[in-house]
């Protein structure tokens, strides 16, 4: 199974601030054929349903705000917001969907400074 | 506007069986992989299963495998998800959600508890 490493597990936040986060594979999720990097982010704000933000490691969903921005490649990944709100309060999960089982990381609980 | 609504859960004792059911709206039903997530009280994802279009693929992690069936109605527009011999550890909210590659698309969930 692949194995994904979240860190940090909770991170403290003030409005405005520029917040990352990383999200390691334990094997590549790229593929070779497409190029593409099997990953996506999520973000789950209490009592709510999770809600993806981004797919393709990079691809923003449609009415996502661009603050939230998804790179890496291979078995490296990061989330970075680039000016937090509050309504980002939220735990974020990652995911791969690269080969079954698939499996998410821990998540990366934002709280507020 | 996409739309998963779940129903069926409940308390139910170790060892019992519970099926879960989840109508969709606002897509093409038939198009599109479908599959079940959960989450354990104060706890993360866990993907659960997996069902191609027509129906006849379906993929499991081990943790469920041989205990739970997916399934589909396309003509109802509907998934369903059969539980066996359920454990404690089942104990969870359960969400139906819209496969594309990523989970684009997610339920309210449905709460179950298995318990004596």
């Known amino acids: 199974d692949i194995v994904m490493t979240q860190t940090p597990s909770s991170q403290a936040v003030s409005a405005g601030e520029k917040v990352t986060m990383s999200c390691k594979s334990s094997?590549?999720?790229?593929?070779?054929?497409?190029?593409?990097?099997?990953l996506a982010w999520y973000q789950q704000k209490p009592g709510q349903s999770p809600k993806l933000l981004i797919s393709?490691?990079?691809t923003r969903e449609s009415g996502v705000p661009d603050r939230f921005i998804g790179s890496g490649s291979g078995t490296d990944f990061t989330l970075t917001i680039s000016s937090v709100q509050a309504e980002d309060l939220a735990v974020y999960y990652c995911?791969?969907?690269?080969?079954?089982?698939?499996?998410f990381g821990a998540g990366t609980k934002l709280e507020l400074k | 506007e996409v739309q998963l609504v779940e129903s069926g859960g409940g308390l139910v004792q170790p060892g019992r069986s519970l099926k879960l059911s989840c109508a969709a709206s606002?897509?093409?039903?038939?198009?599109?992989?479908m599959a079940w997530v959960r989450q354990a009280p104060k706890k993360g994802l866990e993907w659960v299963a997996t069902?191609?279009?027509?129906?006849?693929?379906?993929y499991y992690p081990d943790s469920v495998k041989g205990r739970f069936t997916i399934s589909r109605d396309n003509a109802k527009s509907s998934l369903y998800l059969q539980m066996n011999s359920l454990k404690s550890e089942d104990t969870a909210t359960y969400y139906c959600?819209?496969?594309?590659?990523?989970?684009?698309?997610w339920g309210q969930g449905v709460m179950v508890t298995v318990s004596s």
């Open positions: 069902i191609s279009t027509s129906g006849s693929r379906t």
């Open positions: 606002g897509f093409t039903f038939s198009n599109y992989y």
């Open positions: 959600a819209r496969d594309r590659a990523a989970i684009s698309d």
């Open positions: 094997q590549s999720l790229l593929y070779s054929e497409n190029k593409k990097n099997y």
């Open positions: 995911e791969q969907y690269y080969d079954t089982p698939y499996t």
């Open positions: 393709w490691a990079s």
